[in-house]
């Protein structure tokens, strides 16, 4: 049973424009967001976070919206630069501050040039 | 700062072999550690976690162990491995989930 889920595996998009990241999770009692991004044979790193009582967080080029509703969110990318191509992974955490991180599938972003 | 090491970056092992993967944390006390497993069109899939020297939960069953001899240390094993073993092992480490996870740089574990 996938509690966070990215449906898209992949996603391409032009050097310049908007690239939009998704993620559905059905566990209401998730109250924490985050979005790593990974390289092929690397380990994932932090990108950006979202507690459940903001509906966005901005850092840079990186949006996170929530829609808490809809439990829903997504990263946006502004401009997308070719470095971001990247397997880009959501995650949501459960059980306070001693949780665990649930992650999605991941989708993967290509940035062309 | 910080580190985080994993060894082996790559494995071949053939089926029923033992396995051992290594994982060590630098500059951190008494870290939550993690072991994560990637594996083709499951994700990021958590296997075992710590919260102290012995202290071992496990999140999904399999023939996978894990255990913790020192505070900053993390040891993934099999008795015998399987081939829907194979996969991309990921060690982490916290202080707690909201500050984020700190992963090392993977091992590629291929069973044949």
């Known amino acids: 049973d996938q509690q966070v889920k990215q449906n898209s595996p992949s996603l391409s998009v032009q050097e310049g424009r908007i690239s939009i990241l998704n993620c559905d999770y059905t566990?209401?009692?998730?109250?924490?967001f985050l979005w790593y991004k990974k390289y092929p044979a690397e380990g994932p790193t932090f990108l950006i976070s979202?507690?459940?009582?903001?509906d966005k967080n901005e850092d840079g080029r990186f949006t996170v919206f929530l829609n808490k509703s809809a439990k829903h969110l997504s990263l946006h990318i502004v401009p997308s630069q070719p470095g971001d191509s990247a397997v880009y992974f959501c995650a949501a955490l459960y059980g306070g501050s001693q949780g665990n991180l649930i992650f999605g599938k991941g989708t993967k972003l290509s940035v062309k040039p | 700062s910080q580190t985080i090491h994993q060894w082996p970056a790559t494995l071949v092992q053939p089926v029923g072999s033992p396995l051992s993967l290594e994982c060590t944390v630098e500059g951190t006390s008494n870290p939550n550690l993690y072991w994560y497993r990637q594996a083709a069109g499951r994700g990021l899939q958590l296997l075992f976690y710590?919260?102290?020297?012995?202290?071992i939960s496990s999140e999904v069953p399999q023939n996978l162990s894990a255990s913790r001899p020192q505070d900053r240390q993390f040891i993934l094993s099999s008795k015998k491995l399987l081939l829907s073993d194979s996969g991309f092992y990921l060690c982490a480490w916290s202080v707690g989930p909201r500050e984020g996870y700190t992963f090392g740089s993977g091992t590629r574990l291929t069973v044949v």
């Open positions: 710590s919260v102290g020297i012995g202290q």
């Open positions: 979202i507690s459940s009582i903001k």
């Open positions: 566990n209401s009692m998730f109250d924490y």
